[in-house]
Structures are given as C-alpha cells and as structure tokens.
C-alpha cells in the first residue's frame, strides 16, 4: 500500500504533467511562430513601383533619361543603387500606390 501511494501514483502523474507540459510549451512556441509570420510577409504586395528623384534640399526633382518605372522590387533597387552611384548629389525613394491608401508609400530610400 506504501509502494502503491508513495512511489507508484506519483510516478503516474509526474510523467503525465512532465509530458503535457512539455507539449503545452512546444504547443504555444509553434502557435507564436505562426502568428509572427502570417503578420510578417506582406499580404498585397504592389504590382509596380516608381522611382521618386529628390534633390540636395528635399524637393522632388526630375533627372532627364533615367527609367522611373518598374514591376519587380529587385530591379527597382538595383536601379536606385545605380543611379545613387552616377548621381550622388540626389536621393532616391522608391514608392508604390496601395490600394488602401491615398498616398504612395515609400519601400526604399537612399
């Protein structure tokens, strides 16, 4: 009867709350990871962006024969990365419209 409700038992339930709580903490880890990344990636990812030019002051400005408009981000920011070595007085933003807001909003800028 010793045996039975001192060593036996408790043993019992030791594992049991040993292993449930092992699987509540992988459990909560997992559902986090989850979460983080559903809200992570992007949802509406643009369909085209723009190049925006800015001058020493600010002001938005316009260089004569360089491409302002692309489909694909890569590209985009390995135009901007171009134009900032050949045109280093000025800074580029680069800005897609989203359907949810009025403004275009800015991605990259150097």
Same mark, same amino acid.
Request: glycine fraction near 2%; proline fraction near 5%.
């Given at each position: ?7 036996? $038992? ?13 699987? $509540? ?37 316009? $260089? ?45 800028? $150097?």
């Amino acid at each position: 009867m010793a045996v039975l409700f001192g060593q036996t $038992i408790p043993a019992t339930f030791m594992t049991f709350f040993k292993y449930a709580g092992e699987t $509540i903490i992988l459990a909560t880890v997992f559902l986090f990871a989850l979460t983080w990344f559903l809200k992570a990636r992007p949802h509406n990812r643009p369909k085209n962006y723009s190049v925006v030019v800015f001058d020493v002051y600010g002001q938005i400005s316009k $260089i004569q024969d360089i491409r302002t408009e692309f489909k694909t981000h890569d590209v985009a920011w390995s135009f901007m990365k171009q134009y900032k070595k050949e045109y280093p007085l000025y800074n580029f933003a680069m800005v897609s419209k989203l359907s949810k807001t009025d403004k275009p909003t800015i991605f990259r800028y $150097i």
